[in-house]
């Protein structure tokens, strides 16, 4: 049994969910998402609650049960509140900027880099602090450690990219005899 997906799913008022066959659609205040589910469980839509039960009792439909759980409140979520992701740039030197639909980083090498950024996607940088948001969860999550991969931080001195809430375990240096 899944904890996640037995919970019943409150749609909010401005939000609309429409099941098209394997397709499911919600639409909000910020846009709309849409994505393909397999049949092997049953969505319903009751008075502005969705409900999910696995048509089968095996191991395949189960372990789907509480995934397209999540996925749907995430689409509810993005359409009403965008997800957010904030990155922050450490290292002396190091710097960013959004300049029209890239993202201009100097990180150190002998060139700029430049991040194209999707167009479902929003990126503000300031002070070195580049914040990725959009409806999205998936995509705001996969730019964000793309971006990161680009320079992650090391346990010396912290330079490069982390999250906002991420703790960088530090490594003690050299010793002098």
């Known amino acids: 049994m899944s904890k996640i ?11 609309e969910v429409i099941i098209d066959g394997q397709s499911i659609s919600v639409k909000g205040p910020h846009g709309s998402l849409t994505r393909d589910f397999l049949p092997a469980i049953e969505i319903k839509i ?21 995934t397209y759980a999540s996925h749907l409140k995430n689409m509810i979520k993005g359409v009403n509140d965008l997800f957010e992701k904030k ?3 450490e290292g002396v ?16 090498f002998s060139h700029p880099v430049n ?4 167009e479902d996607l929003k ?4 002070k070195n602090v580049i914040t990725v948001s959009g409806i999205d969860k998936e995509h705001v999550g996969e730019f964000a450690s793309k971006v990161r991969s680009l320079k ?14 991420e703790v960088i375990r530090r490594k ?3 010793k002098t005899a």
């Open 115 to 118: 991040v194209s950024i999707p």
């Open 152 to 165: 992650k931080p090391e346990p010396y001195k912290g330079k490069g990219f982390r999250y906002n809430d």
């Open 87 to 89: 990155l922050i740039l």
């Open 172 to 174: 003690q240096g050299k």
């Open 123 to 126: 990126v503000t940088a300031e």
């Open 5 to 15: 997906g037995k919970q019943n799913i409150a749609i909010p008022e401005k939000t």
């Open 46 to 66: 009751e008075n502005s609650i969705i409900t999910l039960v696995p048509k089968k009792d095996d191991v395949f439909s189960k372990s789907l049960w509480g």
């Open 93 to 108: 030197g190091f710097k960013s900027e959004v300049a029209g639909k890239n993202l201009v980083l100097a990180l150190g």
